[in-house]
Structures are given as structure tokens and as C-alpha cells.
């Protein structure tokens, strides 16, 4: 088997195992995201550049030690996000490639997301950070519908597609959800009973009265997240039919 496939269905089982603790409880371990970080490390080692590889794997250890060391905190994790960022740069401009700066250029975005709290799972991220650790580009694997096209491929990165996808049936799953309970009234909350919150994964938004309360789901993120990556990786990008 390729190692391309060997490493599509390491992170695929990765993922999987994941899923499995999202729904079951909201709690990921870290040991998923260090595997498939330590996987993107080891990948960048083997690149064809050497220099740029060593480069890129010591930017990727920064972000890793930025998401799972707790001693990296305040000044010392904004020193270790530049110093990550600038040997990803050092890593493009001494092999020629594009891919450190998509990689610098997603990690970012999805930490910038959960900054500002349009991402509210931490997993989520370090799920979508490590993943672009090791697909800054689309494995050269056949795709059943959408092969990826240069250079709209590095917007349209695998990760970012993955990312899109569960983005989709995420909202298509909580609307349906949410006009289900609400009696066709709301698409992004309903109201239920505090004993029911209380034992529900939601998040509270505010009390209607005594008994009741506005709530929003709690979607597994990493669930759809899994779907839009098994997508991406064996039909290719929807995104590409748009070209």
C-alpha cells in the first residue's frame, strides 16, 4: 500500500476514534491531535527539501507546543505563534513552495476562529491545525468525481474543504433540529426545560422563565468533520465543480 494510503487511513482511524468521544461525552483527549501533528512533523522531515522540511517540522513543534503545553501562556505563546509562523515562511522562501504559508494561513484562520469565538470546540481546532500540518496539499491519490486543480487547490486546500463540508451539515443538521423543536418557529434555538438542558449537550442562551430556557445544540464538530474529510479524500473538493 502507498504511504500516502497508509496515512490517509491512519488519520481517517484518527478521526473516527474521535468522533466516537465527541458524541459519547464532548471530551477529546489531546493524544489524537499529537499523533496526526507528530505525522504532519514527520512528513515535513521527508520532504524533498531538506532544510525547508527541518524548517517547516520546527514551525509545526511551535504550534504544537502552543495547543498542548500549558506552561506556553500569555507573552510566551503570542513569542511562540510568531517564531511558528516565521519559520513556516523560512521554510517556503528556502524550498520555493507554497505549502508552509497554506499551512501558516489556515493554522491562523482556525486559531483566529476560536479566539474570537466563532469556533467553540478547542478539539475542533486542534483537529483542523494539525490536519493542515499534514495536508497542505491533496494527496496524490485518485478522486472519484473532483481532481484538485492547480493553484486553486491552495485555496481550496483539503483541509479547508473538509472544513466547508462539515460546516454544511452541521447548519443543515441543527436547523432541522431546531425547527423540530421549536414547532417550526426557530432555526437556531429552541426553548426547553432546565432539567433537560442540564442533561443535554446545548449551549444556554437565556431564560424564557422559571422552567425554561433558550438553547442552542451542542453539535459534535468532529463528527461532520470526519464525513466532509473521508469526502474530500476519496470524491475530491465539491468546491472544484465550481471552477
Known amino acids: 500500500m502507498p504511504v500516502e494510503s497508509i496515512i490517509l487511513v491512519a488519520v481517517a482511524a484518527v478521526l473516527i476514534s474521535a468522533s466516537v468521544y465527541d458524541v459519547r461525552s464532548r471530551e477529546i483527549s489531546d493524544v489524537h491531535w499529537m499523533i496526526i501533528g507528530t505525522m504532519g512533523m514527520v512528513v515535513a522531515l521527508f520532504s524533498d527539501d531538506i532544510i525547508g522540511g527541518i524548517l517547516c517540522a520546527a514551525g509545526y513543534l511551535m504550534f504544537m507546543l502552543f495547543m498542548f503545553s500549558e506552561r506556553v501562556q500569555g507573552k510566551v505563546s503570542a513569542a511562540i505563534i510568531i517564531l511558528g509562523l516565521s519559520l513556516m515562511i523560512a521554510s517556503s522562501a528556502v524550498s520555493s513552495s507554497p505549502y508552509p504559508i497554506v499551512t501558516a494561513v489556515m493554522t491562523v484562520l482556525f486559531l483566529s476562529m476560536f479566539l474570537l469565538g466563532t469556533m467553540k470546540g478547542g478539539a475542533d481546532v486542534k483537529a483542523l491545525v494539525t490536519l493542515s500540518f499534514l495536508f497542505p496539499a491533496y494527496p496524490e491519490v485518485p478522486y472519484v468525481f473532483w481532481d484538485p486543480v492547480y493553484p486553486t487547490s491552495l485555496m481550496f486546500n483539503p483541509v479547508f474543504s473538509a ?4 460546516v454544511i451539515i452541521s447548519t443543515v443538521y441543527a436547523v432541522i433540529v431546531n425547527l423540530r423543536r ?7 434555538s429552541y426553548v426547553t426545560t ?5 442533561s443535554s449537550f446545548v449551549w444556554t442562551l437565556e431564560e424564557t422563565d422559571e422552567d425554561h430556557v433558550r438553547v442552542a445544540l451542542m453539535i459534535p464538530f468532529l463528527v461532520p468533520l470526519t464525513i466532509g474529510f473521508l469526502i474530500t479524500m476519496i470524491l475530491g473538493s465539491p468546491l472544484f465543480a465550481v471552477i
Open 163 to 166: 472544513f466547508f463540508i462539515a
Open 182 to 188: 421549536s414547532g417550526g418557529t426557530r432555526i437556531s
Open 194 to 198: 432546565k432539567e433537560d438542558a442540564e
